[in-house]
């Protein structure tokens, strides 16, 4: 009795499990497709999927400038990077400092930092509009980075600082006696050690900023459009080039699927174990 | 190698006083233990003898020259931490040789020195596995081996042995004992395990919240301790604390406990404060002579078996060689060696000669 209920369980956990892969992967597995066929077959009544009609084209397409996709994934890629270099390097020296020194007003600074995460995008939209016009930073990249570090800059400081707190403190003690100085303590244990969680968190920063869609539409114009903005503009007044739109999307995605990979082997990756027999 | 002295060594945090005033002086080569049980402050006297954690009040002296301001390399002691703190991304050569390599010896110097320790450890096979990939007794090795290799003044453990079974906790400790017998190293050993205090020191200090009880030989706290505290937490099974009366029969001093009469020596004089007796197991003779008991409890522990017997006012706890063939309930006689019977002032806890 208990060893059939024991391979029922198993049987619809595991149904679940192919139900929401499926959900999942459905729309991916359809964008793929779409991506392949001729726009002509796609808005047929039915669509016509006959493999004969497998063409690249619309991947050729895409790149025609005027589209402004390459474009776009510079712009992106550009904005990724800074995004999430600076929110490693300030994220991480704050997350040291929150995680380590027993300074007065730590929580109050703690929790300031997680209640600017409270507000809706849709409610600051407006007023960060404002601002930012005023400031002429309305589609620059410094503008569009700095409003993406506001928002990446907390989350990486939390998830930092809750890795710095996971260090043993014996290990610093032990450079000490050791004859370390807190540089030398940083440059040959602390940073190596801190190197998977860094990279994780850098991966996590570059993903979230790449994929934003939602500020780049209202902060961008025409010189700093991101990825998402270029593949939105594919669905046109009159005509939607479904087909370019998802080779578009593919190979946006291309460069998250690569990063999402390298992500969970490194937060997989417990480096910390064996510093300290519990 | 060198000497080391406490004097009135204060440690506060905010209003809690962690060290109230120790007073300590140990000598050159001495292997000294900070005995007490967790939250009374040997931890924390120990980081402040390594230079971890501050003096608040006090001086700390090494070789006679004051080091409260020195930082813990510049007073060259090395440390072997409770949990390793072993550098979790460095090979086993590494981890011993890092010290070295923060004072930018030559590569091959570092090398050689690293094997040498690491053959002296048996951890020769090892020098290129990972902290993680290690065994606990192997990882205490690596920790022990970090420290040798720096020839420091002084050792500190901070209670090396207690994340290690039992039997690799003996093991580990004739380890120590023989590496210092060999290094000749002043040390100071961190545990709240009085087995290992008693089997591995020249001198034990006794800690009570704050407070140095005792300082002393092994043989000094566990025969002669200053206090009831110092008694009953040196030895195992616990020594019997007895708060009875003293009474004069035929010109014979006798102690009350109970219904018991223990009688005691014609020199003992009976003070005129009241006084409590302590008796350890080996010094209670189960027979037939001596007052009426009977047995409660009998604990067969492989060399000896402890019996406890009960009376009407008190129960003590014997040592009995070998295997006892006592049955619960069975009744017997019961006599105290005088020369193991201790007396401690009632109301300042101290041993009293009597």
């Not at chain 1, 969680?197 to 902060?219: C, D, K, R, S």
């Not at chain 2, 009135?8 to 945090?13: I, N, Q």
């Not at chain 2, 007794?137 to 290690?164: K, T, Y």
Request: aromatic share 10%; glycine share 8%; hydrophobic share 45%.
């Amino acid at each position: 009795m208990a060893h059939n209920r024991r391979y029922l369980n198993r049987f619809f956990i595991r149904l679940a499990l192919v139900t929401f892969t499926m959900l999942a992967l459905g729309p991916v597995l359809w964008g793929v497709v779409t991506s392949l066929f001729p726009l002509s077959s796609l808005t047929s009544q039915p669509p016509d999927l006959n493999p004969a009609n497998i063409t690249l084209e619309n991947y050729l397409l895409v790149f025609d400038t005027s589209r402004g996709l390459f474009s776009g994934l510079i712009n992106s890629f550009i904005i990724a990077l800074f995004t999430s270099a600076v929110a490693l390097a300030v994220g991480s020296a704050a997350a040291y400092a929150l995680a380590r020194l027993n300074m007065p007003g730590r929580n109050l600074i703690l929790m300031t930092i997680l209640a600017t995460q409270m507000f809706p995008g849709i409610v600051i939209a407006i007023p960060l509009f404002l601002v930012m016009s005023r400031l002429d930073l309305v589609d620059t990249h410094f503008g569009l980075i700095m409003v993406y570090l506001s928002f990446i800059l907390p989350i990486v400081i939390w998830i930092l600082k809750g890795f710095f707190e996971s260090v043993p403190m014996e290990l610093e003690r032990a450079t000490a006696v050791d004859g370390a100085s807190p540089l030398q303590t940083f440059q040959f244990i602390v940073l190596p050690i801190s190197l998977p969680p860094l990279f994780a968190t850098g991966v996590f920063a570059f993903i979230e900023t790449w994929n934003e869609f939602f500020f780049a539409i209202i902060l961008t114009r025409i010189n700093v459009k991101t990825v998402p903005i270029a593949i939105a503009e594919f669905s046109g007044q009159y005509t939607t080039l479904y087909g370019q739109m998802l080779a578009s999307a593919v190979l946006a995605s291309i460069p998250v699927v690569i990063l999402a990979i390298i992500f969970r082997r490194f937060i997989l990756e417990g480096f910390v174990e064996g510093a300290i027999k519990a | 190698m060198a000497t080391l002295e406490l004097i009135h060594v204060v440690k506060k945090f905010g209003d809690f006083t962690a060290i109230n005033d120790i007073s300590l002086r140990v000598e050159e080569g001495e292997f000294v233990t900070l005995l007490g049980p967790s939250g009374c402050g040997k931890s924390t006297l120990l980081n402040m003898i390594s230079g971890l954690e501050d003096v608040t009040q006090g001086e700390i002296q090494m070789n006679g020259k004051v080091v409260n301001q020195l930082g813990p390399y510049e007073r060259d002691v090395a440390m072997v931490f409770q949990n390793y703190a072993l550098y979790p991304h460095m090979t086993v050569e590494e981890n011993i040789g890092f010290s070295m390599r923060l004072r930018k010896r030559p590569k091959d110097e570092i090398s050689n020195r690293v094997k040498g320790v690491a053959t002296m450890l048996e951890l020769g096979h090892l020098l290129h596995r990972l902290p993680r990939e290690l065994s606990g007794g192997q990882q205490q090795r690596v920790a022990i081996g970090r420290a040798v290799i720096r020839e420091p003044s002084i050792f500190l453990f901070d209670e090396p042995f207690s994340n290690l079974d039992a039997a690799l906790r003996v093991k580990t400790r004739g380890e120590i004992k023989e590496l210092h017998q060999r290094l000749g190293v002043t040390s100071i050993f961190v545990t709240h395990d009085q087995e290992e205090a008693l089997s591995l020191s020249d001198n034990i200090a006794v800690l009570s919240t704050g407070k140095l009880e005792q300082h002393g030989s092994p043989e000094e706290i566990y025969s002669k301790p200053a206090t009831k505290y110092v008694a009953r937490f040196i030895g195992s099974p616990q020594m019997d604390m007895f708060s009875g009366d003293f009474l004069m029969i035929d010109g014979i001093p006798v102690y009350h406990i109970g219904d018991a009469e223990v009688p005691l020596p014609k020199k003992i004089i009976p003070p005129t404060q009241p006084v409590d007796m302590g008796v350890r197991p080996e010094f209670v003779m189960l027979g037939t002579k001596g007052f009426q008991a009977s047995v409660r409890l009998v604990q067969p522990v492989g060399p000896f078996t402890y019996v406890t017997v009960d009376w009407t006012g008190g129960s003590v706890t014997a040592r009995v060689n070998g295997v006892s063939h006592l049955k619960v309930k069975e009744s017997l006689q019961v006599e105290f060696d005088p020369e193991g019977i201790l007396f401690f002032d009632r109301e300042t806890e101290k041993r009293r000669d009597l």
